[in-house]
């Protein structure tokens, strides 16, 4: 039983982050923001995907004008993601549902002091996002681009923050390796209470970022250190968004949809295990309710994973075995096989709602 590390809760929109709030799924569009339709579509997209938060990017002022337009438009909570020039800070907090600044490149004290009053005008958090890449001169100079720096970074401006009286935050620090990142945020997790957004910047194509991430975002979830995360690829946002929720699943945190158990192919195999297993991911893609159940190639290990999954199917040489918590439902053959299996996962998920 992971015990998450205990945060102070903030509202994103309708979203609760941190406490003991579910940990939301986040992306963010990769369309110009000033694009109304196009970043509309995407995400519309996103939602679909099942995303809970999504962010913009805010460059210019006509990013920053587009803001209203597209909110109207969109049911997800919107972050604006803002370098360098406060004021589009300023323009954004007039719509959105949180402001991301990186305190490394926004500017002296008296622009961050101005975004926050904006912000506590409107009552919306901020999210210090604190990269290796752009920390402020004084910590680079001092520590290089290492956890010691992310870390005296995001202290730093947490405290002029809460000097200023603005405590609804929360906090990433993110490196484009797997090590700082999960060091700073182990360094960082006992100095507050603050909720932590994780993630691997930079993180690369859909197979590089899936590997990064899965090690970096599942070693500190399951030290109970996170409250809202984003997977981030190069150009692919619905992936994403599945492979967060995957690695939510997989470490236990989040109770959703189906945890398949499939054997690694090997010579024992008597039926085309790959196909049947991509066809019975897509016919069951639909079902929320959270089942364990295996599917297994031949029948060494099947009976066994079958005693403790609440659906099996164990192929065998010519026909196989459909098995219900170790109990044999049927013996079939071909298609009748994987269609017999399905329509218990579909029993088994509607009895359980």
């Known amino acids: 039983m992971i015990k998450r590390y205990p945060t102070k809760q903030i509202?994103?929109?309708?979203?609760?982050?941190?406490g003991d709030a579910p940990i939301p799924v986040q992306s963010m569009t990769f369309t110009k923001t000033s694009d109304v339709a196009a970043t509309v579509e995407q995400i519309r997209a996103l939602h679909f995907a099942g995303a809970d938060i999504v962010r913009v990017a805010v460059p210019d002022m006509d990013a920053a004008?587009?803001?209203?337009?597209?909110?109207?438009?969109?049911?997800?909570?919107?972050?604006?993601?803002?370098?360098f020039k406060y004021k589009l800070a300023l323009k954004?907090?007039?719509?959105?549902?949180?402001?991301?600044?990186?305190?490394?490149?926004?500017?002296?004290k008296k622009r961050v002091a101005e975004v926050v009053k904006a912000c506590q005008e409107r009552q919306i958090p901020i999210r210090i996002g604190v990269n290796s890449g752009s920390l402020e001169k004084q910590f680079e100079d001092k520590y290089g681009q290492t956890p010691e720096g992310m870390v005296a970074s995001a202290d730093y401006n947490i405290k002029y923050l809460e000097d200023l009286g603005f405590t609804d935050l929360k906090v990433s620090l993110k490196a484009s390796d797997v090590q700082r990142t999960v060091q700073a945020y182990r360094m960082l997790r006992p100095m507050n209470n603050y909720a932590f957004h994780l993630g691997v910047t930079e993180a690369g194509t859909q197979f590089h970022s899936?590997?990064?991430?899965?090690?970096?975002?599942?070693?500190?979830?399951?030290?109970?250190?996170?409250?809202?995360?984003?997977?981030?690829m190069t150009g692919e946002l619905e992936e994403e968004i599945k492979v967060g929720k995957a690695i939510l699943k997989d470490v236990g945190i989040a109770k959703?949809?189906?945890?398949?158990?499939?054997?690694?192919?090997?010579?024992?195999?008597?039926?085309?295990?790959?196909?049947?297993?991509?066809?019975?991911?897509?016919?069951?893609?639909?079902?929320?309710?959270?089942?364990?159940?295996?599917?297994?190639?031949?029948?060494?290990?099947?009976?066994?994973?079958?005693?403790?999954?609440?659906?099996?199917?164990?192929?065998?040489?010519?026909?196989?075995?459909?098995?219900?918590?170790?109990?044999?439902?049927?013996?079939l053959k071909g298609d009748e096989l994987i269609n017999k299996f399905v329509e218990e996962v579909e029993l088994e998920a509607q009895k359980r709602k």
């Open 92 to 108: 954004a907090a007039e719509v959105v549902d949180c402001i991301r600044i990186n305190p490394g490149n926004i500017g002296d």
């Open 65 to 83: 004008n587009a803001l209203k337009d597209i909110k109207s438009q969109v049911d997800l909570p919107l972050v604006a993601d803002i370098h």
């Open 256 to 331: 959703e949809g189906l945890n398949i158990v499939s054997c690694p192919t090997c010579g024992r195999i008597e039926a085309d295990l790959v196909s049947a297993v991509a066809e019975i991911e897509k016919r069951t893609n639909h079902i929320k309710t959270p089942l364990d159940v295996s599917v297994m190639g031949c029948v060494v290990n099947a009976i066994g994973e079958a005693k403790s999954a609440d659906v099996a199917i164990a192929f065998g040489k010519g026909s196989g075995l459909v098995m219900k918590r170790g109990e044999i439902l049927a013996r």
């Open 11 to 18: 509202k994103v929109g309708n979203v609760l982050v941190g």
């Open 210 to 232: 899936t590997i990064k991430s899965s090690i970096a975002l599942g070693s500190l979830l399951l030290d109970g250190i996170g409250d809202t995360l984003r997977v981030s």
